[in-house]
Every structure is written in structure tokens, then in C-alpha cells.
Antibody, heavy 117, light 109 residues
Framework: LQLQESGPGLVKPSETLSLTCIVSVGSISNTDYYWAWIRQSPGKGLEWIGSIYHSGKTFYNPSLQRRVVMSIDTSKGQFSLRVTSVTAADTAVYFC??????????WGQGARVAVSS | ENVLTQSPGTLSLSPGERATLSCRASQRIASNFLAWYQQKPGQAPRLLISGASTRAVGVSDRFSGSGSGTDFTLTISRLEPEDFAVYYCQQYGGSPFYTFGQGTKLEIK
């Protein structure tokens, strides 16, 4: 199973961060998996952002829930993340990952996103 | 939130030595839903252990996990040069569903 993040590396403050994760062919419809976004910053370490199931059901970190939306497109084999009203605190490396429930078994290589004007 | 505290922050050892890394949770972790990851510079974390003690596919048997409740340990029996990295624990359960420890850096002495 392979995952690959894509999206802009620079976002202006107060704007929306958008990232997409492409999953290797056929895997995204696997009903055993949840699909997750995790970010890593020097200040906060590793932080789970949210997870989405193939049906579209989502689970978000309460600390980010007001600003986060995840979606999935099984026909394209991808899922996406949107974070609204970004600030410098959202500067991080964003990883997409697969989860069988209690842990993350496969990760993308990471997408570095900076929030700056 | 279930806060995970890893110790030590940095561990300095030589190849061939045994490494013992600790992860302590602020609340009991149900069903031993505790995982360990290894991260090298510029790379994503790599799953080593899930369910507190089950090695992931392809992980050397030099890595072992143990513990239950709130106290967990990752042991690396004989350090190889490629083992020097940062190690994170992660728990599942509660709100938020997943939290990570702050990491232990294993460096060459």
C-alpha cells in the first residue's frame, strides 16, 4: 500500500490549506482501512488531525474540528484535507496514513506546508 | 486527553548495546492499544510495534514491546547503526482518538 501527499507548500495566513493523498490502486475502497491525516511540527510534535472511512464518515481531533474538513473520492483513489483560517501554528509537515483502527501502518512521505505572507 | 510521556528524552548508546525506552500514559490504555514508531530524518514514521507487543511485518526481532495499563517499554536488544533514530509511542482511545508521545532520540555514543 502506497500513499502520496500533494498540495501547495505555502499558504497565506487566514486562507485555506488544501492537501490531497493519492492511495495505491484499489486500496482506498478496502473496508478494513481508515484514512488519516497527521501533522508534525517542532512545537507540537506529532498530532492526529482526523480520519475518514471509505463511506465518508469522519472523525476529527476536537482541537481542530472547527477548522478541518476531510473528504474521500474512492473513484479517484484519493482523500483530501482542508484546514481553514490558517495561522503560523499550522506550519508543519502533513502526512497521510492508513489505519486499521488503533495504529497507523502505512504513511506517505509527507508534505511540508508553511503559513506565511 | 491521554498524555504520553516518553523517557529519556535522549539516549546515548553504542552499537551492540541494549536500549530501553519508556512510554508512560496519563490514563490507562484500554486493550493495550499502544504502538511504537521509528523516524529517521526526512522520513515518515515507520510502524514497529502495535498492540503493545506485536511486531509489524518486516521488523527485526531485535525490537520488542512490553507493558500494559499506563507503562510501556520498547526494547532494542542489540543496537545496529541503522537503529539510531527518534522513537515515538502512540495510543488509541479516548478523546482525541490518537495521541503521540514527544519522542526519544536514540543517538550514537
Amino acid at each position: 500500500l502506497q500513499l502520496q501527499e500533494s498540495g501547495p507548500g505555502l499558504v497565506k495566513p487566514s486562507e485555506t490549506l488544501s492537501l490531497t493523498c493519492i492511495v495505491s490502486v484499489g486500496s482506498i475502497s478496502n473496508t478494513d482501512y481508515y484514512w488519516a491525516w497527521i501533522r508534525q511540527s517542532p512545537g507540537k510534535g506529532l498530532e492526529w488531525i482526523g480520519s475518514i472511512y471509505h463511506s465518508g464518515k469522519t472523525f476529527y481531533n476536537p482541537s481542530l474540528q472547527r477548522r478541518v474538513v476531510m473528504s474521500i473520492d474512492t473513484s479517484k483513489g484519493q482523500f483530501s484535507l482542508r484546514v481553514t483560517s490558517v495561522t503560523a501554528a499550522d506550519t508543519a509537515v502533513y502526512f497521510c496514513a492508513s489505519s486499521l483502527g488503533d495504529h497507523f501502518d502505512y504513511w506517505g512521505q509527507g508534505a511540508r506546508v508553511a503559513v506565511s505572507s | 486527553e491521554n498524555v504520553l510521556t516518553q523517557s529519556p528524552g535522549t539516549l546515548s548508546l553504542s552499537p551492540g548495546e541494549r536500549a530501553t525506552l519508556s512510554c508512560r500514559a496519563s490514563q490507562r490504555i484500554a486493550s493495550n492499544f499502544l504502538a511504537w514508531y521509528q523516524q529517521k530524518p526526512g522520513q515518515a514514521p515507520r510502524l514497529l510495534i502495535s498492540g503493545a507487543s506485536t511486531r509489524a511485518v518486516g521488523v527485526s526481532d531485535r525490537f520488542s514491546g512490553s507493558g500494559s495499563g499506563t507503562d510501556f517499554t520498547l526494547t532494542i536488544s542489540r543496537l545496529e547503526p541503522e537503529d539510531f533514530a527518534v522513537y515515538y509511542c502512540q495510543q488509541y482511545g479516548g478523546s482525541p482518538f490518537y495521541t503521540f508521545g514527544q519522542g526519544t532520540k536514540l543517538e550514537i555514543k
